[in-house]
């Protein structure tokens, strides 16, 4: 018996000094240089080359290919490779026609006539003509459909009776040639093309009926179709290429297999082994790393800065209701302290539009961190704070809701720190992205909280209506976390709306910009873009500006296999055998 | 522990093993935060960005390097071993008492009482631990270190009361109690004095694999983000942070991992040690 145990107690001994061994070797083992890319086939041969199948990875499950219905960034991609559009972004970042050889614009810019490229055929081989547009565009505003963007097209003529449903049809959108249709809006917008680019009003096949249902198979007119039974749910999506697609042989892959579901650290270790051809959740570290690897840094596809997150001040709740608090916070936050978080994907922000967007001011100073200023805020606010003894500020505990996981598990602890500075003190409470979602929408639930908005296509408009503007406040489902309420802020927003002069709309604009940074519903501390590394044998990539995995255009120039192209190191550690193998 | 008991333990080496390592923690949980020149919650932004692109790595002057936010990963293991061995310990001991005080009656009155006391323990037990604590820790607003040792405690209990029950069902029936029931003792007196010290041992036993448990559960819920909110640090915490950059920042999960591996084990060890050395058979 007691020989037994000793032999054991012996073992576990042993067994321990191997754990600490392996740990300690493996930790200094796995720190090493990313692998080296996967060489090309042919290299030197910029012809592309039909066929292959193109393979993604993506942390999220997608909700649904129906672009009436579609509004998840998992979705989106997908359905941006099933549906093409009347007008689309090009790689420069210019409106260009897609399923529309050309438009015009008449009435001053209240109506709109497009015309139709003719004998463009859907995925099912009937052709597309100005019949199928007016129907899909029906179908996506009716008010049966649940299109989120709906609301952005309010100012199509006829929509409040049809989405009523007092009117049988939208009488905005007419049918004037078998190519030709024209869409009449109340007043001029500024906004309405790039607001066609969304896939909400994207032509869909005669399956897809007259009225939306959650049971129609995906069809439309892009490059890729999505055939039955191909989207295995939880596994992947497998998208093949369409045959009736308009631009002659293109596109040039077989195949987009779209695996869901994926953790973070799978898809990393299987892009560097040459199982993933392009890699999109990439962590922030990662990208750190990607970008200052002279190898992988060509590959790397970084979007402009085009999403502004700031820290969002419920302004009908205690504190927050007290601008002067406001204003502290907005001078408290040492902006570099969150661009730290993730140096190669995110910038100080100091307004509401990011650089990236029309309306962005250069040389406005904005919202700046001045800690003497902030302090002075909070005098002003009737809680002065003395840095020296740490006595005053305000005197409550301020709740801050967050979610995780993402970087607002880190902001949120950054934050913290940095208004403890000036007297206010941070409890962070965190929630499921989707309860966090739901609540910070509510009004009165959230005092404080962080708030993000990546353009829908580029446009201030698009930032400051959802966000600043009382008339986007809804009791229940509020974009407008800060419940921030300003009539001339938006009186201001209307007439910058109807405004055609660019001139005077971008005056109208700087004056809001101006506005909500003195008001400081939102303390902006970044502005941000999506960054992703694709593989060298992707050939022919170009991220476009509102949708950086557009994959329409792209050929593969795989080499024979991983092993070949970089010898025997394709997995780089222990740990990355181990990762690869997860579920 | 009798004299024969203890040196049965002091025979046993793992058993002394894994009382050194649980003296060692707490004399690091109360030490190491002291010595350390860092705070834990505080980051130091100005430390920067190591060459790989990660959090700055091990140094002399900071032994287990930076976390994601630049924060000392020392520290924080220090601060957490704080909060494990407290919440591990207070919640072993809420555990006990209610488990020790059901197992107690249930077994010494039997009928009614023991059986409606014992399904309740069943339906608990029916409940997966974890998914219980979870349910419960996602119902309360706030959680900090005592909503969590409370709720670990309040629902820990359930082994401990089947044990002390079976081992009292085994007392009654002895004479000592027979005795004390027969010279008019009243129930209270007859549990407290005849009856609990001879279920001390079990639990001293129970208690101590329990605070190992706990721990576990601990780092669990906050590897699964229901534990105590951040900033404060736990391991389960530490751990749930490190788990993207393994490969990048290893010692961000090496330090808190070790620290859970070596609490569990010292726990695991001191508590079959006293097991060992309170079962009679191996004398």
Not at chain 2, 40 to 59: E, K, N, R, T, Y
Not at chain 2, 125 to 133: E, I, Q, S, T, Y
Request: glycine share 8%.
């Amino acid at each position: 018996m007691r020989s037994i145990r000793r032999t054991r107690d012996a073992a576990v001994s042993a067994a321990l000094v191997a754990i600490a061994t392996w740990c300690i070797a493996s930790g200094v083992a796995c720190v090493e240089p990313l692998a080296a890319p996967l060489v090309n086939a042919h290299p030197d041969d910029p012809t592309p080359r039909r066929g292959g199948t193109l393979h993604v990875a993506g942390q999220g499950e997608p909700r649904g290919f129906d672009p009436a219905a579609a509004a998840d960034q998992v979705s989106l991609p997908l359905v941006a490779l099933l549906f093409d559009g009347l007008v689309d972004y090009d790689g420069r970042g210019h409106l260009v026609g897609v399923l529309a050889e050309r438009w015009e614009v008449a009435d001053a810019g209240a109506t709109y006539r497009f015309f139709l490229r003719p004998s463009i055929q859907f995925q099912d081989g009937d052709e597309l003509t100005a019949d199928d547009v007016r129907r899909s565009i029906e179908r996506a505003l009716h008010p049966d459909t649940p299109d989120p963007f709906a609301s952005t097209f309010s100012g199509i003529v006829g929509y409040d009776d049809f989405s009523s449903g007092k009117a049988p049809h939208l009488a905005g959108v007419r049918v004037e040639g078998r190519y030709v249709v024209s869409i009449a809006l109340t007043a001029p917008d500024a906004a309405f093309l790039a607001s066609l680019t969304l896939p909400s009003l994207r032509p869909v096949c005669k399956s897809a009926g007259e009225r939306y249902s959650a049971a129609w198979l995906p069809c439309g007119a892009g490059p890729f179709r999505l055939p039955e039974g191909a989207w295995q749910h939880g596994i992947s999506v497998t998208v093949v290429r369409n045959e009736h697609y308009f631009r002659a042989g293109r596109p040039y892959l077989d195949a987009i297999v779209w695996d869901v579901g994926m953790p973070v650290l799978t898809q990393r270790f299987k892009f560097l082994a040459g199982e993933i051809d392009y890699f999109r959740d990439i962590s922030s570290i990662d990208v750190s790393r990607f970008a200052a690897d002279s190898r992988w840094k060509p590959l790397g596809d970084a979007e402009p800065d085009v999403e502004v997150t700031g820290e969002a001040m419920n302004t009908r709740m205690a504190p927050f209701d007290n601008v002067e608090i406001r204003r502290a916070v907005a001078s408290a936050i040492d902006r570099e302290h969150y661009r730290l978080l993730s140096p190669a994907t995110l910038n100080r922000a100091n307004q509401p539009i990011p650089p990236a967007i029309p309306g962005f001011l250069a040389d406005f100073a904005g919202q700046t961190y001045d800690y003497a200023a902030a302090l002075e805020h909070m005098r002003r606010a009737g809680y002065p704070y003395d840095p020296e003894t740490g006595v005053g500020g305000y005197p409550k505990t301020v709740r801050y809701t967050a979610y995780e996981p993402g970087l607002a598990y880190y902001t949120a602890q950054v934050l913290q720190q940095e208004l403890a500075k000036i007297g206010i003190r941070l409890e962070i409470r965190l929630l499921g992205i989707a309860t966090w979602q739901a609540l910070t929408h509510k009004s009165g639930r959230a005092e404080m909280t962080i708030g993000s908005w990546a353009q829908d296509y580029p446009d201030p408009s698009d930032f400051f209506e959802p966000n600043f503007a009382g008339f986007s406040i809804h009791e229940d489902d509020s974009n407008n976390v800060a419940f921030y309420d300003n009539p001339r802020l938006d009186a201001l927003l209307k007439r910058a709306r109807l405004e055609a002069d660019d001139a005077r709309r971008a005056n109208m604009y700087a004056e809001a910009t101006r506005i909500v940074c003195d008001d400081a519903p939102w303390a902006f501390v970044f502005y941000s873009h999506r960054y992703s590394v694709h593989q060298q044998y992707l050939r022919g990539y170009v991220p476009r500006p509102a949708e950086i995995e557009y994959m329409g255009d792209v050929w593969l120039d795989r080499p024979g296999s991983a092993a070949d192209a970089r010898g025997a190191s394709a997995l780089g550690s222990v740990f990355g055998r181990l990762a690869a193998r997860l579920p | 522990m009798d004299r024969r008991s203890l040196a049965r333990f002091r025979r046993n080496r793992g058993a002394v093993a894994g009382a050194g390592i649980v003296l060692g923690l707490v004399l690091f949980a109360i030490i190491a935060p002291m010595a350390s020149t860092h705070d834990p919650l505080a980051s130091d932004f100005a430390h920067g960005i190591s060459p790989s692109m990660g959090p700055v790595g091990p140094s002399l002057e900071r032994l287990f390097g930076d976390d994601r936010i630049y924060r000392d990963v020392f520290a924080r293991v220090a601060y957490g071993a704080r909060i494990s061995l407290f919440i591990g310990s207070a919640a072993t001991a809420i555990a006990t008492l209610i488990g020790a005080a059901v197992g107690i009656i249930a077994g010494y009155f039997g009928g009614a009482v023991d059986a409606v006391l014992m399904r309740l323990v069943d339906v608990g037990m029916a409940f997966p631990f974890l998914l219980l604590v979870m349910a419960i820790g996602a119902s309360l607003d706030r959680t900090t270190a005592t909503t969590i040792l409370i709720t670990l405690g309040l629902t820990g209990w359930l082994g401990t009361a089947r044990i002390v029950r079976a081992k009292t069902l085994q007392l009654k029936r002895l004479d000592f109690v027979v005795a004390a029931r027969a010279l008019g003792a009243k129930w209270p007196a007859i549990l407290l004095r005849h009856v609990l010290p001879n279920v001390a041992g079990q639990l001293v036993v129970v208690a101590s694999l329990s605070v190992a448990q706990m721990i576990l559960a601990e780092s669990v819920l906050g590897y699964l983000g229901a534990g105590i909110a951040p900033p404060m640090p736990t391991w389960g915490r530490m751990l749930y942070e490190a788990q993207g950059y393994i490969d990048i920042a290893p010692w961000m999960l090496i330090a808190p991992g070790a620290a859970i591996v070596l609490a569990a084990v010292g726990f695991n060890l001191v508590g079959e040690g006293v097991r060992d050395a309170l079962d009679p058979k191996d004398a």
